[in-house]
């Protein structure tokens, strides 16, 4: 099993709707969770982390984690096509050694329609 | 004022050369890392250095080796490069203590082996 798996996409949405992006994750210990964006050719930037189950907002952004699930999403309302990229999902288990890394998932791509 | 600079931005180089990739970063972040980003999008974590640990992803070839002159330095050392080499190689630094504790990703270095 994956570490970190996401759906690779493409997502088409239209401009305006609401998009969701969804990510599991398979170490039950898994402690802080990330989203980032990642435009074709460009570096990640993070936009979302989350530690705690519920949800967290940010402007159009919204991070949902559920732990017992193990499963974490970002929401982006009122899509825009400057949304259009891939967004990848980051876990970091713990806090020390190898447990420090981020561990991404593989990104969906994302297509947000004029 | 760039924040993790890479160089070169792309590379060029014949199977079985020996090529390295500089990053520097100017955050005053006590951790670097090397990812690889294959053709898939993956971005896969090959090193993580601190000036007190050096962990490395049991998957990556020994023909690859980071190298720290100091804490703001972490350069990438590839010999016998081979075709399957070919990606784009993020160096990222992040600083322990920091909520949340994310990267600040390099712009890249893309390398063609041919």
């Known amino acids: 099993q994956k570490e970190v798996e996401q759906n690779s996409g493409p997502l088409s949405v239209p401009e305006g709707a609401i998009a969701s992006l969804n990510c599991t994750y398979s170490?039950?210990?898994?402690?802080?969770f990330f989203w980032y964006r990642q435009y074709s050719g460009k570096s990640p930037e993070l936009i979302m982390f989350i530690y705690s189950n519920g949800d967290k907002e940010d402007g159009r952004f919204t991070a949902q984690l559920n732990k017992a699930s193990q499963y974490v999403s970002l929401l982006i309302r009122d899509s825009q096509p400057s949304d259009s990229a891939t967004y990848l999902c980051a876990v970091k288990r713990g806090y020390g050694g190898s447990q420090g890394n981020l561990i991404f998932g593989k990104g969906t791509k994302l297509s947000v329609k004029p | 004022d760039t924040a993790v600079s890479q160089t070169p931005k792309y590379l060029v180089t014949q199977m079985g050369n020996d090529k390295s990739i500089k990053c520097e970063q100017n955050l005053g972040h006590d951790t670097m890392y090397w990812y690889k980003q294959d053709s898939k999008k993956f971005l896969k974590i090959m090193f993580s250095?601190?000036?007190?640990?050096?962990?490395i992803n049991e998957t990556v070839p020994n023909r690859f080796s980071p190298k720290s002159p100091d804490k703001a330095h972490l350069n990438l050392h590839i010999n016998s490069l081979e075709l399957g080499d070919s990606a784009v190689y993020f160096c990222a630094s992040s600083r322990l203590g920091d909520i949340p504790r994310s990267y600040t990703f390099g712009s890249g270095t893309r390398l063609t082996v041919v």
């Open positions: 170490d039950r210990g898994s402690q802080s």
């Open positions: 250095y601190n000036n007190k640990e050096l962990i």
